[in-house]
């Protein structure tokens, strides 16, 4: 982290107030300092499609084996990735804030789970659950034969596909609704690593400060939300973030001290 950067986090003073309630809105960002590239980023063979023309519900239906094989390479890539000192620090974060934390993410990867972290809205769904294209059921990979793509349902017969938002669909109505009650409700909203270009996440921490939540950003370029923020740091999420879950832990030391004597 460059040294202004340092300095501005060192300055910042929450308080007991401040992580009455916290939520965290994660993106590709964090994932990307566990060397998982971005949607974009895809090398070697397949290059030559544009993800646009795989996930899509189209794209399934026309090739769903092409599809598959696509899904299968990138969770072949997050396989081999871990978890980093920002998923982790947010695990700590939830355990300390114990109930007063929402963690929201637009990742696929499962790399938060794979943290420790538990009970997290996940916006695009799981590159790692398969979900059947007519029943809805959802299934392990153990209970289907990916020996020919697509896996088949085993209670229905339809086409098993992966349980992410392809282009073109709307996300869970639940989860979002979920997710706006929890930024609505937020003393403290952290927008880490997102682009906060796509919508409807794009507009959780604008929703979160209207409603009165001290907004940081964490994110290598500045964004959309950047001017609005209380605090807009260029920096990577696994610098900023064990940083910030210190201060919390700090300010709950304190505060039970205080109640002790
Ligand atoms: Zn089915």
Known sequence: MSSPE?????????????????????????????GIPTFRAVDGYWSRYRPEDLATPEAFAQNPQVVWEWYLARRHTIAQADPNAGHYALVEMDKLLSGQFT????????????AGSHDLFELHGNIFINRCSLCSRRFSDEVLNFQELPPVCPSCRGAIRPDVVWFGENLNISTVEDAFTRAREATLFLSIGTSSVVHPAATLPIVAAENGAFLIEVNPELTPISEGADLSLRAPASRVLPRITEMIRTILTSTASKKLS
Not at 103 to 114: A, F, M
């Open 6 to 34: 340092l300095t501005e986090l060192e300055r910042l003073r929450l308080t007991p107030g401040h992580i009455e309630r916290v939520v965290v809105l994660t993106g590709a960002g964090i994932s990307a300092e566990s």
């Open 103 to 114: 963690l929201i993410t637009q990742n696929v990867d499962g790399l938060h789970q794979r």
